[in-house]
């Protein structure tokens, strides 16, 4: 069968382009379908939104090129501290703290904002991906040899494999029978920048506070990103109030470590909830990112596990192609199956547990929670065992995309 591309990609977030550039650098012809008009979200003012790298996915944009263009930008997570925390209290006695020198690689990741990263990556496609901005796939057939896909707009395109990176509301798993699981955390995370005083010295903070996490995140200068987990309930109060009385709520639970705090930008919020598709694969089709698992964001890794997925559907089609497998072949889809389910699986279940154990004010767990902490805090081959998990260290196999090295 004759067909317009090798791949199509539906989602033109992060995933679906950082897909894109590893398949068409290794010489594969993609086209990325995007719903959002190019550039939506690539304007010049801060907005706040920002995601922490682990130091896996810092080596993935290296290997795509990137990198260098983006380090100016990031600020290094030179240390991870935390804590237990009850509002207007502060941190509880017991703290975990993770620092990169205990580790050979440099930092256990990096903070950078939404707008850099999607621009890098909206630049990098030009003449190397067909990029169709404003436009979504509403239909898909699997044909003989391959996968026919109807656009918006009329249009039809044919490739071997269609890859769904479109979200948590999938249109590519619906359509292909691909089923989900999943609950509501009865939590919604309200998230900002912050200006404050003092410099944050590149610390990022985890507060567990009985109605959900805080995270103060370092941006470059002496500015914070902020994920701030609450009851549905006190979110939709807090995200309804002035921005003068939003901070008098936070700054309690902030505290007063970095000084006097100011909003840095516009606030959001959205609900919180774990989302597993049953199965990754399809016949001519593969999920990743969002649209095959989406987690709590208690341990910052949504992108990252998004990032692991491209980092291994990459590689098993790029080697099926260079020895001349038929890339959407349910074998090579199964490869790419087995190597990323149980880790992603694992890992959203893992966020899942830890949420629901500090999400609490039981005085029984919390004591146990503080002397969990301080265990980890005693023995170092644990931390550095919890660091190299969070850095995506322990993965095995390796991607070799998450090694730095090109396809």
Known sequence: ???????????????G????????????SVAVIDARPLRDRAQEGFDGRAYALALVSRRLLSALALWRGLEPHAQPINRVETAQGQPGEGAGPFHLIFDSAEIEEGPVGHMLEDRFL?????DAMVGRVTHLPGRQVVGQAVTPGGVEVALDDGRKL????????????????????????GWGYGQTALVCALDHELPHQG?????????????ILPLPGNRSSIVWSETDANARTIAALPDADFLSVLRPRFGDFLG???LAGPRFSYPLSLSLADAYVAPRIALVGDAAHGVHPVAGQGLNLGLRDVAALAEVVVEAARRGEDIGAPDVLERYQRWRRFDATAMGLGMDRVNALFSNDIPLLRGARGLGMGLVTAVPALRRGFMRQAAGLALDPMPKLLTGRPL
Do not use: C, K
């Open 158 to 181: 044919s490739a071997r494999l269609l890859v769904g990176a479109d979200g948590r509301g999938s249109g590519v798993a619906a359509r292909a029978g691909i089923t989900r699981r």
């Open 118 to 122: 999607y621009a890098a990556l909206v």
């Open 260 to 262: 006097e705090v100011t």
């Open 203 to 215: 610390i990022a903070w985890q507060y567990f506070m009985p109605t959900g996490p805080l995270a």
């Open 1 to 15: 069968m004759a067909v317009d591309h090798d791949i199509i990609i539906a989602g033109g977030g992060l995933n």
């Open 17 to 28: 382009p950082a897909l894109a550039l590893a398949l068409a650098q290794a010489g594969l």
